[in-house]
C-alpha cells in the first residue's frame, strides 16, 4: 500500500524478551519517527531519523531501546530485556524533509509485555 | 520545555450538536507549529491541520474550524454539526522550530457521537 507500514501489528512477549518492531515509511519519505503511546494518553516521541541518520534519540527511555535505518528506508525498533512497563502503542510515522509536523503514521505496534 | 494540555479527556454530544476541544499550549520558542491529529479506533493518526505562530488567521474546513489565539496560548477546535464518523481521539500537538519536527502530544480528547 502507499501508507506507513508496520508489523507486527501484536506483539505478546515474556518478561524479558527480546522484541523487535518493523516500520515501512511511505516511500521518499526522509524523515522517519517513532512514538511510544501508552493506554490512554498521548504519543511520546522516542527517535527520529533523516535518511539513515538518527538525529535524535532523546526521547528513548533506557539502553534497552535501540532503533535503526541502515538504508534510510524501513526502520527496526528493539526493545531488549521486555518489562511490564515497555506495554504501550508503538507508533511509526514518516514525512518529507521540511514540512514539519505533517506526518503520516501507520497503525502501530501493540506491545504486552506479561 | 514545551507542553500541551487538553484538559476535557471524554466528551459525548448527540448527533448534529457542535464539539469544541480546547487546546492550551506552553513554548518559550518565539516559532513554533500547533497541530491537531485524529485517532479513530484502527489507531492510525491522520493529520487535520498545521498552524504556524505568526498566523494568527482562523480556518475553516467543511466542519472543521480552528480558533489560534497567542494571547491566550490556545488553538481549539470545533466541529459543528457532528456525524457519528467524527467519533474518534483528538490530539492537538506542538512543535518547536528546529526541534527535528518532534512533536509534544497532548493527552486528547475522546469525542463519542451519539446517533
Known amino acids: 500500500g502507499a501508507g506507513v507500514s508496520q508489523s507486527p501489528r501484536y506483539k505478546v512477549a515474556k518478561r524479558g524478551q527480546d522484541v523487535a518492531l518493523r516500520c515501512d515509511p511511505i516511500?521518499?519519505?526522509?524523515?522517519l519517527f517513532w512514538y511510544q503511546q501508552a493506554l490512554g494518553q498521548g504519543p511520546e516521541f522516542l527517535t527520529y531519523?533523516?535518511?539513515?541518520?538518527?538525529?535524535?534519540k532523546s526521547g528513548l527511555p533506557s539502553d534497552r531501546f535501540f532503533a535503526e535505518r541502515p538504508e534510510g528506508s524501513v526502520s527496526t525498533l528493539k526493545i531488549q530485556r521486555t518489562q511490564q512497563e515497555d506495554s504501550a502503542v508503538y507508533l511509526c510515522?514518516?514525512?518529507?524533509?521540511?514540512?514539519?509536523?505533517?506526518?503520516?503514521f501507520g497503525e502501530g505496534s501493540r506491545l504486552t509485555v506479561l | 520545555a514545551q507542553k500541551v494540555t487538553q484538559a476535557q479527556t471524554e466528551i459525548s454530544v448527540v448527533e448534529k450538536e457542535d464539539v469544541t476541544l480546547d487546546c492550551v499550549y506552553e513554548?518559550?520558542?518565539?516559532?513554533?507549529?500547533l497541530f491537531w491529529y485524529k485517532q479513530p479506533p484502527s489507531g492510525e493518526l491522520v493529520f487535520l491541520i498545521r498552524?504556524?505562530?505568526?498566523?494568527?488567521q482562523n480556518e475553516i474546513s467543511g466542519r472543521y474550524s480552528w480558533n489560534f489565539q497567542k494571547s491566550t496560548s490556545s488553538f481549539n477546535f470545533t466541529i459543528t454539526a457532528s456525524q457519528v464518523v467524527d467519533s474518534a481521539v483528538y490530539f492537538c500537538?506542538?512543535?518547536?522550530?528546529?526541534?527535528?519536527?518532534?512533536?509534544?502530544f497532548g493527552k486528547g480528547n475522546q469525542v463519542v457521537v451519539i446517533p
Open positions: 510515522a514518516s514525512s518529507l524533509v521540511g514540512i514539519p509536523g505533517e506526518l503520516f
Open positions: 516511500s521518499g519519505h526522509v524523515s
Open positions: 531519523f533523516q535518511n539513515e541518520a538518527q538525529l535524535d
Open positions: 513554548t518559550r520558542d518565539t516559532t513554533y507549529y
Open positions: 498552524r504556524n505562530s505568526f498566523d494568527e
Open positions: 500537538a506542538l512543535s518547536e522550530a528546529g526541534g527535528n519536527n518532534r512533536l509534544a
